[in-house]
Every structure is written in C-alpha cells, then in structure tokens.
C-alpha cells in the first residue's frame, strides 16, 4: 500500500490551490483520511481529517478555507485551499488509516511523500 500525494506548486495570496492524495495498492478498508503540513523550521500539524462517514474537522488557521473530501471509489483524497496566505506555504503530507487485509488485528496508518505548496506576497 502506497500513498502518493500530487498538485502542489506556486500561487500568489489570495489564490486556490487544490491537493490530491491517492492510495494504490490492495485494501480492505479506509478509515481516517488526513492532511498534515511542515512549514519551513516548524514541527509537521495536523489540518485537516475525514472520516469514513464523512466527518471532517479542520485545524483553526484553516477553517472557512481548507476542504477536505474523499472518493472512497476511487481511493483518493482532495484538499481544496481557498485564500492561500504566505503562512499556508509548507510542504503538505497525506495520511490514511488503512485495513490492509480482513484477517489483520490492527490498521496501519500511511503517510504520502508530500507535497510543496508555496504562496507569496
């Protein structure tokens, strides 16, 4: 199982950027589904997460901007930003919580290589 993570790039503040997080590989079951970035000389923060239902709650700097969802047909993962600031440039990280196979007693949680999203002034 591989996450692969896709669409980062450049955009001036006060534009949209949209990440995509897809999952290969065989799996029973997705649960959580989230978004982490590392901004330059910070720790990595958690900002965005969906459940398996639909739930989604988002980290407080990025509400009302940030929009997580899910395609769980296709195995993939959208986050649309909205209002890009220059403190949202980091290098944004997907992660899922995955049932490999039926037989396994716990999930595993995997990470996706990231993604550089840089915003100026």
């Known amino acids: 199982v591989q996450l692969q993570a896709s669409g980062g790039g450049s955009v001036q503040a006060g534009g949209s950027l949209s990440v995509s997080c897809a999952v290969s590989?065989?799996?029973?079951?997705?649960?959580?589904m989230s978004w982490y970035r590392q901004a330059p000389g910070k720790q990595r923060e958690l900002i965005a997460d969906?459940?398996?239902?639909?739930?989604?709650k988002y980290e407080d700097s990025v509400k009302g901007r940030f929009t997580i969802s899910r395609d769980d047909t296709k195995k993939t993962m959208s986050l649309q930003m909205n209002s890009l600031k220059p403190e949202d440039t980091a290098v944004y990280y997907c992660?899922?919580?995955?049932?490999?196979?039926?037989?396994?007693?716990?999930?595993?949680?995997?990470w996706g290589q990231g993604t550089l999203v840089t915003v100026s002034s």
């Open positions: 992660a899922a919580n995955i049932w490999v196979d039926p037989s396994d007693s716990i999930s595993k949680t995997f």
């Open positions: 969906i459940t398996r239902t639909r739930i989604d």
């Open positions: 590989g065989s799996v029973f079951s997705i649960n959580a």
